[in-house]
């Protein structure tokens, strides 16, 4: 891309050549150099320097790689360039990018350098190379301060990728040339090496103000443009302030005066400028004709620029809707709407200023939020958290083993302890009940004991089944033994067979006290009518209640039964109160562990779900909850009650939290907002409709649909500032808590 | 379980996490067809899973887990959807795509080597006190919690009706001047003022 030789034409700039190089072309007609003076500033090979540029208002930024005088007095540089990231917006995907960040092109082709006017230099450019490469002397604080920009990637025009690495020779430059260079001896007849601002100190204070009047030189930026330019700006507007040392022109004592003022009140200087400043600004809102350019730009350098900077804090990011994304831009689209790129005609209304720099608002936040997704992430990756509750969990329970061994024997042994006990006393129902009790009553882990949740005795099921089996046939011959005749038999086989049924299932000890009772009425002679309805009922109480005890035994037998759906079955335990919502679990919890804690401490049988996490979930180590349901109210409300009178202290040093959940709304189809539709098309093309609105794609900026999704997309990046705000400051208070817990 | 087993196990389904993305703001009447239909476009979508919604209000968006081919796939359709906005279902209001996270999943293998401990606390602890705290401080936090989701959901029927009644006047605009485009209003108008453009 080269800019247009007008610039320059209309005034003629100081310009004095320097030092001389070789000379080249076919009749030696052209001569190279290596020094020139333009327009009062001081440049040599290798430096970098800004561009000027008919569209953007951001300028180029290109290393002087070459300077000739052609025969025909034309003078000429070849130019190395550098990309913005605003630029390469495209390929940068999710790289961070420091504020005032540039990328030299690279590889091989035409974005890489160019041959441009002289004249068509706008000014010299700080750039400091901050590549970790071992070739490269890492700059000092101060040279990092006084630097305009930095760059450490390249950009490869072809491949369009990015790279921190730097061959021996980028884009066909040597490398050396693209380093810090450390001191060298600093008269300007000499060739200066690049991005050196230690050369700018010893310097007589001539040069440093040439240096920085170059540096002001920035022609004015729009409001809407990113926060990155507004901070090199202030920091050299802060520089500037250091320097204001031999100053006597009155634009430098303009930028001494904007020093002093913190850089919120920049705008509201602005308008305290001088009439030629102001002038010279309404020159540039004006429309950009690249024929006067150059003139204004002129006059506009040594004015300071109005800065819009970003209330929040946006410094991080690096984007600005005005700049294109290739060197070899087309003219861009001016559509009133969704333009989000080169909204600078002179058609510019207020609002327009407004969308672009939503844009840049949108992006700095997306960018933003991006920055702290990553953050999160790390966050949500719980590493040291989750690592250091397991470790706390590995002497705990090494310490309690012993006790936990002996609980959990105890539950190993208690099983098999109904069994013998049962087939011992089969026959009497009361006895059964006897039993009952006890394991009821026993199973409790002693206070302060931590026991490691062991699974619960997987193969319960079987051995229940067992015992009601051999229930079931230990009672029969007693009853018909005791009564009456062929028809007690009949219908005692009958029922045998509905046990023999229902005993495939686990049957809690209550519901075999029932069983029992019915055996017992039966076999002492009352109605079988009686009996019938007594195993009738019993049957289907039984698969009512025991539903959740099915979904387990059929999960540890593999067998697969479609089961109601989990939401319903939550809806229906709402409705009898056997719902339990459990906070402050560890979220790595599956809903086995769940159950398997339920049981461990409460000795309660109970079917869990965690549930999921979405976007919006805390990502602390106690952001676990769970729904569960267990069998009867009065165990719901056991839990609950006992969980806030005690204390149960988890792996992750949170206490278990029970409560009711509140009553759900059983709507199906909530109501979804932000889907738009015209309502009077709609009735027209009620058949297309429904085909359109299958269809999915990516929002093209040509429409408003693409603006109103941006909307969009800044409300959920804003949303996922709360939340990241929100979960930031609950992870505060439960860690100062915390700190002060023993438990260890 | 044995325990080389279960850290296969484990392993794949963290493979399994690192394939999939994360959608939200989604209608409710998206379905699976629907989803796999538009994320077609960009790969071969091995698994559509809706995350239900139990703890919160039900007027949220639907959320639902992706599962694609590669993790390269997932990561490029997060990195291209945050940077444009993709629309399913309807417009204008984009997805959210985001990469999965283990919880949310959920039929999760449990993590190998964890043990789960729980201890009941003695009211004489010291650490019972705090452990009160804690448990209020949780409760605490939900309430905030859900107040924040209230505030986001207002926010964004704001944004909604918003632009409901913007895109109304505007289709209303464009209505209005085609119209006059079309039965010679502007024609007649124009030849009037000595406009002549309108004649076409």
């Given amino acids: 891309m080269s800019h247009s030789g007008e610039a320059g034409q209309n005034e003629n700039l100081e310009f004095k050549w320097g030092q001389k190089r070789t000379v080249g072309g076919k009749k030696g007609e052209v001569q190279f150099y290596g020094t020139f003076t333009y327009d009062g500033v001081d440049y040599s090979l290798y430096d970098c320097v800004y561009m000027h540029n008919e569209e953007e208002t951001e300028p180029y930024i290109g290393k002087l790689i070459k300077i000739w005088e052609t025969a025909d007095k034309k003078r000429k540089v070849k130019i190395h360039w550098f990309f913005h990231s605003s630029e390469i917006i495209n390929w940068l995907g999710d790289e961070e990018v420091h504020a005032n960040e540039i990328f030299l092109a690279s590889g091989e082709g035409s974005g890489v350098a160019n041959i441009c006017d002289l004249e068509a230099i706008a000014g010299k450019c700080n750039v400091v190379c901050i590549s970790k490469d071992s070739r490269n002397p890492q700059p000092s604080e101060q040279e990092l301060q006084m630097a305009d920009y930095v760059f450490s990637r390249t950009f490869d025009v072809r491949h369009c990728t990015i790279s921190d690495q730097m061959d021996d020779k980028v884009g066909g430059l040597a490398v050396k040339f693209l380093f810090v260079k450390k001191e060298e001896p600093l008269e300007f007849k000499t060739e200066r090496t690049e991005g050196n601002p230690n050369g700018l100190v010893p310097r007589g204070s001539e040069d440093v103000k040439d240096s920085l009047v170059g540096r002001k030189s920035l022609p004015d930026v729009k409001p809407a443009c990113g926060a990155a330019l507004a901070t090199t700006s202030g920091r050299q507007v802060s520089l500037s302030g250091d320097k204001a040392t031999t100053y006597g022109t009155e634009s430098d004592k303009n930028e001494m005066k904007r020093s002093k003022l913190p850089a919120d009140h920049v705008e509201a200087e602005d308008k305290g400028k001088s009439s030629q400043d102001s002038g010279a600004l309404e020159n540039k809102a004006s429309k950009n004709s690249t024929a006067d350019g150059s003139v204004k730009f002129s006059e506009s350098r040594n004015i300071n620029r109005k800065i819009a900077v970003n209330g929040n804090d946006a410094k991080a990011l690096v984007t600005s809707t005005t700049s294109t994304e290739k060197k070899p831009k087309t003219v861009p689209a001016k559509d009133f709407l969704g333009s989000d790129k080169g909204v600078k005609s002179a058609k510019d209304t207020g609002a327009l200023d407004d969308r672009p720099s939503k844009k840049a608002r949108v992006d700095c936040s997306v960018k933003l939020s991006e920055n702290n997704n990553d953050i999160g992430g790390q966050k949500l990756s719980r590493n040291s958290d989750r690592n250091k509750g397991k470790e706390l969990a590995a002497p705990l329970t090494s310490g309690g083993a012993l006790k936990a061994g002996v609980s959990s024997h105890w539950l190993d042994k208690d099983p098999k302890q109904k069994t013998d006990e049962k087939t011992t006393k089969l026959s009497n129902g009361k006895l059964l009940k006897v039993s009952a009790r006890n394991c009821q009553g026993e199973n409790r882990i002693p206070e302060g004991d931590t026991s490691e949740v062991t699974p619960k005795p997987a193969d319960r099921g079987g051995v229940r089944r067992l015992v009601v089996v051999v229930l079931v046939v230990g009672i029969l011959p007693g009853p018909s033994m005791a009564g009456s005749g062929l028809l007690n038999n009949v219908f005692f086989a009958a029922s045998f067979g509905v046990f023999l049924f229902s005993g495939l299932l686990p049957i809690s000890p209550l519901w075999m006290v029932v069983f029992g009772a019915c055996w017992l009425c039966c076999g002492l002679g009352a109605e079988v009518v009686w009996g019938a309805a007594w195993g009738g009922f019993g049957g289907c109480r039984y698969n009512h209640l025991s539903s959740n005890n099915r979904l387990q035994h059929l999960e540890v037998e593999n067998i697969y039964i479609p089961m109601k759906p989990w939401e319903q079955r939550m809806i229906t335990a709402q409705e009898q109160g056997t719902l339990v919502q459990l906070s402050n679990l560890d979220p790595a919890c599956t809903s086995k562990q769940v159950e398997d804690i339920i049981w461990h401490a409460f000795k309660e049988n109970c079917t869990a779900k965690m549930v999921q996490h979405t976007a919006i979930s805390s990502p602390h180590s106690a952001s676990g909850q769970a729904f569960i349901i267990l069998k009867t109210r009065g165990a719901a409300e056991r839990i609950i009650t006992e969980l806030d009178d005690r204390c149960l202290m988890l792996s992750n040093r949170s206490p278990l939290v029970g409560s009711v959940p509140p009553p759900r709304s059983v709507q199906k189809k909530s109501a979804f907002v932000g889907h738009l539709s015209i309502d009077i098309i709609k009735h027209q093309m009620q058949r297309e409709w429904k085909e359109a609105l299958s269809t999915s794609h990516y929002s093209q900026p040509n429409n408003m649909e693409y603006e109103m999704a941006m909307e969009w997309c800044l409300l959920q990046s804003r949303s996922k500032l709360w939340w990241n705000k929100f979960y930031k400051i609950q992870g505060e208070e439960l860690r100062k808590l915390k700190a002060n817990l023993k438990l260890k | ?200």
């Avoid at chain 2, 081919?69 to 309807?90: H, I, R, T, W, Y």
Wanted: hydrophobic letters at 40%; glycine letters at 4%; a negative charge.
């Fill in chain 2, 1 to 200: 379980m044995d325990s080389a087993k279960a850290k296969a196990n484990y392993a794949a389904f963290e493979e399994r996490v690192r394939r999939t993305v994360y959608v939200d703001n989604l209608s409710p009447q998206v379905n699976e067809s629907i989803l796999k239909s538009a994320f077609n476009q960009f790969g071969n979508v091995q698994k559509v899973e809706f995350i239900p919604n139990y703890a919160e209000e039900s007027n949220m968006p639907c959320c639902v887990l992706v599962e694609m081919d590669s993790p390269e796939l997932a990561k490029e359709l997060v990195q291209a959807m945050s940077n444009q906005p993709f629309m399913v279902f309807g417009m204008p209001r984009p997805v959210r795509v985001c990469a999965a996270e283990m919880e949310m999943f959920e039929h999760r293998p449990q993590k190998p080597g964890t043990k789960i401990t729980c201890l009941w606390l003695e009211p004489q602890n010291p650490d019972f006190t705090i452990a009160e705290k804690l448990k209020e401080l949780t409760r605490r936090h939900a309430a905030e919690a859900s107040f924040l989701l209230q505030y986001q959901l207002e926010e964004e029927e704001k944004l909604a009706k918003q632009q409901a009644e913007t895109l109304e006047a505007n289709y209303k605009k464009y209505e209005l001047i085609e119209k006059v485009l079309k039965d010679g209003t502007a024609k007649r108008l124009g030849h009037r003022y000595g406009i002549n453009e309108f004649d076409a």
